[in-house]
């Protein structure tokens, strides 16, 4: 079969034009939006009236700067501490809705604005209170303020890291007491000392340039952040394990996600220098709460410094806030009054621009997909991601994440091949994973770009029928370390190829071994030595475990050399169970990947 590749680098152009012509029911798992002509327009469908001003319904208190330009452009309403009923009741005269934390967008209220409301805004950047997938069912776009809280993050960051090693509350607690107890809190210089930024986003980036002006050694784990950027401030980006291991300070600045979830807790916090001090300034669910308690009571944690909890506000009775090494503040990392404009005015900007049609960078979810185009790429939507969050998860820590490259093989002309969304939901899987960014055909370049990432894209023009629109899809990445030797090909990058069969997705290359498993559940690669029984071994252990088996499929160099075989699993097996297998003699290496 004839192949010709065309590469190049793909940006998403600027809209032409806007429809309010198409609102087409939704699975949120596709929010995205796909041209429904011939020209290469991005189509947002948010618009209002051409002769009359749009109505922006503000929930809670903003910024006066934020305010000013929502007034220069629309009809503002400020109603305050409304109740669900009174928000479902005002909704259906309104376009757009701004709030902060304190207000629950639930789908009552999207069922209540009757189509009308087209923008909400979120002043900040958790997006916890909004129904998203309300929202894109009913074609409402979601839009927050990400940047805005960096600094005053970082600053608040800095200001608990130096309160905790000099005891500042606690002394402050006990003067106001009537004690003089200066022997009692004696602190700990930072000069010197070993900070680990968990997370090196825009906040941990800030952190990192701070704790350097006060002399401290900082190292950082982040598999996104690219090792030029940190060297240049003068930061090692390590592993996991390193940097909470030869940590004298850790700064928590990960996104909650399913993968960060409880990331400290018993088992992490036994691999400690004893005597660490942790800050957090993130999310509370990161921290298992109650294994932080067990370790400040052990002594491998000296201190805490929390602004967030797992629960807000927590319990009264709270062990952890009550605890006297630890120092707690009521979640205060975007309390300053600079940045409370900032978030006004860029959330007031974002919505704003939504109103009028422009692609929004800050979009958290995204309009709706024609429902042809739909059908057809639906299969390579759910291809696309899943060899995203593959390629990423093979990726070793300490990498950071810089060149992708897509192929992607079709008989299909490249003018008849929209690739955006395929490419979208690339980076969906790539960054999703490790992050609390939520990727889709708006934000998608943007989200990369500020990653650092450069993708790129190949076709690969193949002879023969064009009804199906892909043969295969083929992710790339370059210049990393694996977590899975093999999945490196002969030409130096993490390999991983996958087709769709039957309407499923399925792996069908890792580096340079053909394998063919479906990818649904999670999935098992193996090195092994090409010998009888492996199948066998490897089956019963997880058998014994009760974990089923929905693929198993073994490619091969050749007979009785390396082979890789990828088992699908229903179910995610015990640390025990993996281990089992790994001990088998004939394993060389594996891993285990979630879909």
């Known amino acids: 079969m004839a192949a ?17 012509s198409s609102k087409l029911p939704l699975s949120p798992a596709f929010s995205v939006s796909l041209p429904t002509h011939r020209r290469r327009s991005l189509v947002v469908f948010v618009s209002s009236s ?4 749009p109505t922006v319904l503000v929930a809670e208190k903003l910024g006066e700067a934020g305010l000013k330009l929502l007034k220069d452009f629309a009809n503002v309403d400020c109603s305050y501490n409304l109740s669900p009923e009174e928000l479902c009741t005002k909704i259906s005269l309104c376009d757009a809705l701004i709030v902060r934390s304190g207000t629950k967008v639930s789908r009552e209220v999207f069922e209540s604005s009757g189509g009308r409301l087209k923008v909400v805004g979120r002043a900040g950047v958790g997006i916890d209170n909004v129904d998203l997938a309300a929202a894109t069912e009913h074609g409402c776009l979601v839009v927050n303020a990400p940047t805005a809280n960096t600094v005053a993050a970082a600053e608040h960051g800095i200001a608990l890291l130096a309160s905790m090693a000099r005891n500042v509350a606690q002394a402050d607690a006990s003067i106001k007491a009537g004690k003089w107890l200066r022997s009692k809190y004696v602190g700990v210089s930072l000069v010197g000392k070993t900070l680990a930024v968990m997370g090196f986003g825009k906040v941990g980036t800030e952190v990192a340039r701070r704790a350097k002006g006060l002399g401290m050694n900082v190292i950082a784990h982040d598999p996104y952040a690219p090792a030029d950027r940190a060297r240049a401030i003068g930061v090692e980006l390590v592993s996991f394990d390193e940097a909470i291991a030869t940590a004298d300070f850790i700064s928590l600045h990960m996104p909650l996600t399913p993968a960060t979830s409880k990331m400290l807790n018993d088992e992490t916090f036994a691999k400690m220098k004893k005597g660490v001090r942790i800050v957090n300034v993130a999310r509370g669910g990161v921290i298992d709460e109650d294994a932080l308690v067990r370790a400040l009571d052990a002594g491998i944690v000296a201190q805490a410094a929390l602004d967030v909890f797992t629960v807000e506000p927590p319990a009264e009775d709270s062990k952890l806030v009550k605890h006297e090494l630890v120092t707690a503040t009521p979640h205060l990392g975007a309390s300053t009054k600079e940045a409370q404009e900032g978030v006004a005015i860029e959330i007031a900007e974002a919505v704003v621009g939504a109103l009028k049609g422009e692609l929004a960078a800050t979009a958290v979810n995204a309009p709706m997909v024609p429902s042809e185009v739909l059908t057809e790429l639906k299969p390579y939507v759910d291809l696309a991601e899943k060899l995203g969050r593959l390629a990423v998860q093979l990726v070793a820590g300490g990498s950071g994440v810089k060149t992708v490259k897509v192929s992607y093989a079709s008989a299909r002309a490249p ?10 939901m690339i980076t969906k899987g790539l960054i999703e994973p490790i ?54 090909s002969d030409s130096g990058e ?73 088992i699908g699993v229903d179910d995610q097996p015990r640390k025990e169970t993996l281990k089992r297998i790994g001990d088998i003699p004939a394993v ?7 879909l």
Do not use: W, Y
């Open 415 to 424: 003018d008849d091949l929209d690739t955006r969304l395929l490419r979208a």
């Open 494 to 566: 993490i390999t991983v190829e996958g087709r769709v069969k039957d309407g499923v997705p399925h792996l069908t290359k890792v580096g340079s071994f053909e394998v063919d498993v479906s990818l649904e559940g999670s999935i098992i690669l193996c090195r092994q030595v090409d010998q009888p029984g492996m199948i066998g071994k490897v089956g019963s252990i997880l058998g014994e475990e009760n974990v089923n088996v929905s693929f198993m499929s073994v490619g091969r160099i050749a007979p009785r050399k390396q082979a890789v075989m990828a």
């Open 4 to 20: 010709n590749a065309i590469s190049q680098t793909f940006r998403v152009p600027t809209p032409t034009s806007l429809s309010l």
């Open 50 to 53: 051409l002769d009359a001003k």
């Open 588 to 594: 060389e290496e594996f891993v285990f990947l979630k």
């Open 435 to 488: 992050s609390s960014v939520f990727v889709n055909l708006v934000n998608a370049d943007f989200t990369a770009k500020q990653r650092g990432i450069r993708i790129t894209e190949e076709r690969v023009i193949l002879d023969g029928s064009p009804e199906n629109p892909l043969e295969f899809i083929q992710v790339q990445i370059a210049n990393v370390e694996s977590r899975f030797a093999s999945a490196i």
